[in-house]
């Protein structure tokens, strides 16, 4: 994120622009009712010190005079402005409390559209925008919620247009005097909005180092984790650091939260030193004569409005708060938005028929000084099943996010039927494509929603549901479920029921399956039965190739039970290909594979 130096005013200039978006009418209602606001006790003022002006001179000639009837009508003015005040004020702070929610809204539209929409994943491991997010992710927090700093304006703003027609009023008694409360007020505001902004930024933005505090929590009080915190006895240990976290925090709140004094004082000084000028002046010129009594009154009730505009308040604070994170927001929405690709061709339809093909590809993480593909060449024939072996953090896993797009190569192309991947519109690559990760989410939804994820406008069509079911056996284990296909997979609902490893891993295969026979062309697999005993891994790999006969299909897999039977194997080391061919040839090569075949046959064996 660029530091400003001036958040206060870029956020409360983002605000101006992002008003009308919500609404034209409500913006130009919330400007006017601002107006009206700032008038209506300017009216009141300058009537009633006229009409305290007036009273002498109407005692003096009596009732029914025309001195009299001039003081009615002042006092009318005055009691009409203010009637007219209350009712204006209800309308300008009800507008302004739809008008922030409505801003909260954008802005999280905002950030959640700009985060969904990058074609791969590698924005959410960038630390800015992780700590914009989490930022963001707070906006329901109460200090710096833009809601508040909209009806911090909606108090603030009135007030100040209010101060600065007193001032102008003074100008009338003294020029010189209008002028000092004219310049002194925007100087004051400016100052405490800055020293706001200073303390919300912070006490209030503090998101990267809250980082761990947060995500202790999460760990203390979420279910998966649960388990080993408590078999391994650690909530005492993360209890204490969570707290001695928290009171670091605290600390820091309480050192920073206080207004500076070398900015209060001064200001409060500069404030008190320009009313008492002007008391005495006002009272100076009063006792000489040099101002009429009523002149004099308005004057009096103009200063009077300098005390009661407040820059110190809790809506200027939460004006200055609220505003902060609405610049960084906006600006990742223009920042992931100009990282989208262009679209400039397109995939044969069926793609791919003849090859995928990795042509030199070099990819490294963002943020990682070494590549973890170099140079890698890769064939893979349409129609045939590929399997990726290797030893742990060889760069499988890596390799089948490049074909799924989640990352783009730093180097070199993938192409299929010889389009390359990076010019294809990435939805309608991933139409062709179904993939299982190892990582593979656990949806606390429903066991139809878990199948039919990867392809859901087809969740309805029971039947099919079933089909890609059988085959991995959990047919009867969803039969036998509280509400079949209907019961949420997670027992943090009522009705809902979890599952065992192995029966989660066969949803989720069920959930690949599902996309096949919705049309998917490209299979991956990672480490697909990973939880299953070898035999019933062995049962299910093998139904897999059966019903996924002359689809691409790419796995990777520790179990060379499950490799020998793919058509074709690469082993792959340091982010390169070293071997390359059928499970016989690499048994006769004698090579990496032979060996770790043999090994793990022998262990099997034993
Ligand atoms: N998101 C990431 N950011 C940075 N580095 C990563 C990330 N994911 C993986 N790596 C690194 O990339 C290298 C390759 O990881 P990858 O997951 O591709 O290996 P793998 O061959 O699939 O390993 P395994 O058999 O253990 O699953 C590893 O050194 C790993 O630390």
């Given at each position: 994120m660029t530091p400003s130096k001036f958040p206060a005013a870029r956020g409360l200039l983002a605000v101006v622009r992002l008003l009308p978006l919500i609404s034209r009418p409500r913006t130009a209602l919330f400007a006017a009712t601002t107006v009206l606001v700032a008038a209506f006790p300017l009216v009141m003022t300058i009537a009633t010190g006229l009409l305290v002006g007036q009273i002498p001179a109407a005692a003096e000639a009596g009732p029914g005079s025309p001195e009299a009837r001039e003081a009615y009508v002042l006092l009318g003015v005055g009691v009409a402005a203010l009637l007219a005040l209350r009712l204006v004020s209800q309308a300008h702070q009800t507008n302004a409390r739809n008008l922030g929610?409505?801003?909260?809204?954008?802005?999280?539209?905002?950030l959640v559209s700009a985060v969904a929409r990058p074609v791969g994943v590698a924005h959410l491991e960038d630390d800015d925008i992780l700590a914009l997010l989490r930022i963001a992710r707070q906006l329901g927090?109460?200090?710096?919620r833009p809601e508040r700093a909209i009806q911090g304006l909606a108090a603030i703003a009135p007030e100040f247009l209010s101060a600065a027609g007193g001032s102008i009023v003074l100008c009338f008694f003294n020029v010189w005097i209008g002028l000092a409360w004219l310049i002194g007020w925007p100087l004051v505001v400016i100052a405490m909005q800055?020293?706001?902004?200073?303390?919300?930024?912070?006490?209030?933005?503090?998101?990267?180092?809250m980082r761990e505090n947060e995500y202790l929590r999460d760990l203390a009080i979420t279910a998966e984790p649960a388990k080993e915190l408590r078999v391994w006895g650690m909530m005492p240990w993360l209890l204490g650091r969570f707290d001695r976290l928290s009171d670091e925090h605290l600390e820091h709140t309480e050192r920073n939260q206080g207004m500076r004094a070398r900015v209060a004082l001064p200001v409060i000084a500069a404030l008190l030193v320009l009313t008492s000028v002007t008391a005495v002046a006002l009272v100076d010129a009063g006792v000489n004569g040099l101002v009429g009594f009523g002149a004099l009154a308005v004057y009096v009730v103009a200063l009077q409005k300098m005390f009661t505009f407040f820059a110190f308040d809790d809506n200027a604070a939460f004006l200055s708060y609220g505003v902060l994170p609405i610049p960084g927001i906006l600006a990742l929405d223009g920042k992931l938005a100009a990282e989208e690709r262009e679209v400039t061709a397109v995939l044969p339809d069926g793609a791919p028929v003849e090859r995928i093909r990795f042509e030199r590809v070099d990819f490294a993480y963002p943020g990682a000084d070494r590549p973890v593909i170099e140079s890698l060449d890769l064939?893979?024939?349409?129609g045939t099943s590929l399997a990726i072996v290797g030893h742990n953090g060889a760069g499988?896993?890596?390799?089948?996010?490049?074909?799924?797009?989640l990352y783009e190569p730093t180097g070199g192309k993938i192409t299929m039927d010889g389009v390359d991947l990076a010019e294809v519109d990435p939805a309608q690559w991933r139409?062709?494509?179904?993939?299982?990760?190892?990582?593979?989410?656990?949806?606390?939804?429903s066991v139809r929603?878990?199948?039919?994820?990867?392809?859901?406008?087809?969740?309805?069509?029971?039947?099919?549901?079933w089909k890609a079911c059988e085959p991995m056996g959990i047919r009867d284990l969803i039969e036998s479920l509280p509400d079949g296909l209907d019961t949420v997979l997670s027992s943090e609902y009522a009705d809902g029921t979890d599952l065992s490893g192995g029966q989660w891993q066969r949803i989720a295969l069920a959930r690949a399956l599902f996309a096949v026979q919705a049309g998917a062309k490209v299979l991956i697999l990672d480490e697909p039965a990973a939880a299953l005993d070898v035999r019933a891994e062995a049962e299910l790999y093998e139904q897999f190739l059966n019903i996924t006969a002359g689809l691409t299909t790419i796995v990777i897999s520790h179990r060379f039970s499950t490799v020998r039977r793919a058509?074709?194997?690469?082993?792959?080391?340091?982010?390169?290909?070293?071997?390359?061919?059928s499970h016989d040839e690499l048994m006769a090569l004698g090579g990496r594979y032979a060996d770790a075949f043999t090994l793990q046959a022998n262990r099997l064996a034993r």
């Open positions: 929610r409505d801003l909260e809204l954008l802005l999280q539209d905002r927090m109460d200090y710096i800055n020293e706001y902004t200073r303390i919300g930024k912070s006490v209030y933005m503090r998101s990267t180092e064939d893979i024939e349409a499988k896993t890596s390799l089948v996010k490049l074909l799924a797009g139409t062709s494509l179904s993939a299982l990760f190892q990582d593979f989410t656990r949806y606390q939804l929603d878990n199948i039919t994820l990867g392809a859901p406008h087809l969740a309805g069509d029971t039947d099919r549901i058509d074709r194997i690469v082993v792959l080391d340091g982010g390169a290909v070293v071997e390359d061919g």
